[in-house]
């Protein structure tokens, strides 16, 4: 097949890891008979540096045009002023608007030769295999926000139409897997929860009878992810919960470096990235994880391009380099050595031959 893919390095690590993937991705067309063509443009910080803008109309027409957008990571102390009226996560947050993915999948498994790099127990990391389905334009990242010299707010706000369209899709994934889905919310204090659970009671009674439904709070949810996390099948909340109980979850992985991420709408085009920041103490260095990345060109492949095959392949290369010993600098454990992000990355590509 032919598929055009741009590329958003982006800042600090951003760049190098996302190389990586390009590597991958390279071999797979090679070996299965496809041409993806790339462009390459900027987002973040280095747009900020080059044109005023952390997203750039060139940037904007490229991702629209993709039939999939890869990126590395946005941010850093360079910019970091959170006073400043341009930063370059408004880059990111202006992109899910233009491509219209309002539901972020962030996979959650182990592998069992990393347990020792979780602060977790190995028992307790047994058999965990989780999706958490973060709702990605609303809430509270997207209100209306004010600011004076004594005072500041930001709304959340959410329509039903938000929270089907969310908990819909939610629960479609977990009807191809274990059939369960817990909804969290904060229902206790905030009329957001309260409609957020309205909603998603109605709609699995209604449309999805079958699923077995929990409801946890968020306080509840973040410790039950500790407690309990192979429990947990399909987890679906609200953006900025979403965001800080995945970051949670990488944990139970060991690493951020490990966990990839798919922000999906009503069409195939996608916008795929690893869930950790641009880390730019160590940009350059070649020292960075390039698994997250390399596993979200694997749900690049799966959910924008169709390719389920070519998407399983490059999940198990990645498994098959950590089963046989590869390890980077942020998932050795005690005794072990570690590899460059180069040779991570050409380990997971000799398992793709």
Same mark, same amino acid.
């Given at each position: /097949?032919?598929?055009? $893919?741009?590329?958003?390095?982006?800042?600090?690590?951003?760049?190098?890891?996302?190389?990586?993937?390009?590597?991958?991705?390279?071999?797979?067309? #090679?070996?299965?008979?496809?041409?993806?063509?790339?462009?390459?443009?900027?987002? &973040?910080?280095?747009?900020?540096?080059?044109?005023?803008?952390?997203?750039?109309?060139?940037?904007? @027409?490229?991702?629209?045009?993709?039939?999939?957008?890869?990126?590395?990571?946005?941010?850093?102390?360079?910019?970091?002023?959170?006073?400043?009226?341009?930063?370059?996560?408004?880059?990111?947050?202006?992109?899910?608007?233009?491509?219209?993915?309002?539901?972020?999948?962030?996979?959650?498994?182990?592998?069992?030769?990393?347990? &020792?790099?979780?602060?977790?127990?190995?028992? +307790?990391?047994?058999?965990?295999? /989780?999706?958490?389905?973060?709702?990605?334009?609303?809430?509270?990242?997207?209100?209306?926000?004010?600011?004076?010299?004594?005072?500041?707010?930001?709304?959340?706000?959410?329509?039903?139409?938000?929270? #089907?369209?969310?908990?819909?899709?939610?629960? /479609?994934?977990?009807?191809?897997?274990?059939?369960?889905?817990?909804?969290?919310?904060?229902?206790?204090?905030?009329?957001?929860?309260?409609?957020?659970?309205?909603?998603?009671?109605?709609?699995?009674?209604?449309?999805?009878?079958?699923? @077995?439904?929990?409801?946890?709070?968020?306080?509840?949810?973040? /410790?039950?992810?500790?407690?309990?996390?192979?429990?947990?099948?399909?987890?679906?909340? @609200?953006?900025?919960?979403?965001?800080?109980?995945?970051? #949670?979850?990488?944990?139970?992985?060991?690493?951020?470096?490990?966990?990839?991420?798919?922000?999906?709408?009503?069409?195939?085009?996608?916008?795929?990235?690893?869930?950790?920041?641009?880390?730019?103490?160590?940009?350059?260095?070649?020292?960075?994880?390039?698994?997250?990345?390399?596993?979200?060109?694997?749900?690049?492949?799966?959910?924008?391009?169709?390719?389920?095959? @070519?998407?399983?392949?490059? #999940?198990?290369?990645?498994?098959?380099?950590?089963?046989?010993?590869?390890?980077?600098?942020?998932? +050795?454990?005690?005794?072990?050595?570690?590899?460059?992000?180069?040779?991570?990355?050409?380990? $997971?590509?000799?398992?793709?031959?």
């Amino acid at each position: /097949m032919e598929a055009l $893919i741009t590329l958003l390095p982006g800042d600090g690590i951003g760049p190098d890891v996302t190389a990586c993937a390009r590597q991958v991705l390279d071999v797979i067309a #090679e070996q299965h008979g496809h041409n993806f063509e790339y462009r390459e443009e900027l987002i &973040g910080g280095a747009a900020i540096d080059a044109h005023g803008d952390p997203l750039p109309p060139a940037t904007q @027409e490229s991702c629209a045009a993709a039939d999939a957008v890869l990126l590395g990571a946005v941010g850093g102390p360079k910019w970091s002023d959170p006073n400043a009226k341009i930063r370059p996560e408004q880059g990111l947050l202006k992109l899910r608007s233009v491509l219209g993915v309002y539901a972020n999948i962030r996979p959650v498994k182990i592998y069992n030769e990393l347990a &020792g790099t979780s602060p977790l127990k190995p028992e +307790v990391l047994q058999g965990v295999d /989780m999706l958490v389905i973060r709702e990605l334009t609303g809430g509270i990242y997207f209100g209306k926000k004010t600011r004076t010299d004594t005072s500041a707010s930001d709304l959340c706000e959410y329509t039903v139409g938000e929270v #089907e369209r969310i908990v819909r899709f939610a629960a /479609m994934l977990a009807a191809g897997r274990r059939g369960k889905l817990c909804s969290v919310d904060k229902a206790n204090v905030l009329e957001t929860s309260r409609l957020w659970r309205d909603v998603t009671d109605r709609l699995i009674a209604d449309e999805f009878p079958s699923i @077995e439904l929990e409801t946890l709070l968020v306080d509840a949810a973040a /410790m039950h992810l500790l407690s309990r996390p192979s429990d947990f099948d399909v987890i679906v909340t @609200e953006n900025m919960f979403g965001d800080i109980l995945t970051d #949670e979850a990488s944990m139970l992985a060991g690493s951020l470096g490990m966990l990839p991420s798919a922000s999906l709408g009503d069409s195939k085009a996608g916008l795929y990235e690893p869930i950790h920041g641009s880390a730019p103490d160590i940009a350059g260095k070649d020292i960075a994880n390039p698994c997250a990345t390399i596993a979200s060109a694997a749900l690049l492949l799966r959910h924008s391009l169709g390719l389920e095959s @070519e998407a399983s392949a490059v #999940e198990a290369a990645i498994a098959g380099a950590i089963a046989g010993g590869a390890r980077t600098a942020d998932i +050795v454990a005690a005794g072990e050595s570690h590899i460059s992000t180069t040779d991570m990355t050409a380990e $997971i590509i000799s398992c793709l031959s």
